[in-house]
């Protein structure tokens, strides 16, 4: 399909399992995520007030800059990595073709 680019999730095994997302219906990662039934709590729905839905970015394009918000959450996160993301701040969008994540633990 034209609007659409893979998102992969590596699995703990290092399995990487293929997601097609669409590129035109402002969907977040999280989103996807939960659409293709991983276990993505995401409890405030995307508000990125609850951090359940970090991952981390293993590989990417160019991804844009945390807001002030996330950068905040992720801070108080003991797991996260300098790669944490919250996957319902990432929009499915052209540059994001070939991301790959990994969801981490919740605190």
Known sequence: MENTITVYLEQENG????????????????EVLKANEFDVPAICGGMAICATCHVEVLESGELPEPSDDEAY?????????????????LKAKPELDGLVVRLMPEA
């Open 15 to 30: 399995e990487r399992i293929p997601l097609e997302t669409p590129t035109d219906m402002g969907l977040s990662i999280m």
């Open 73 to 89: 959450m992720l801070e108080s996160l003991p797991h996260a990595t300098e790669r944490s993301r919250l996957s319902c701040q």
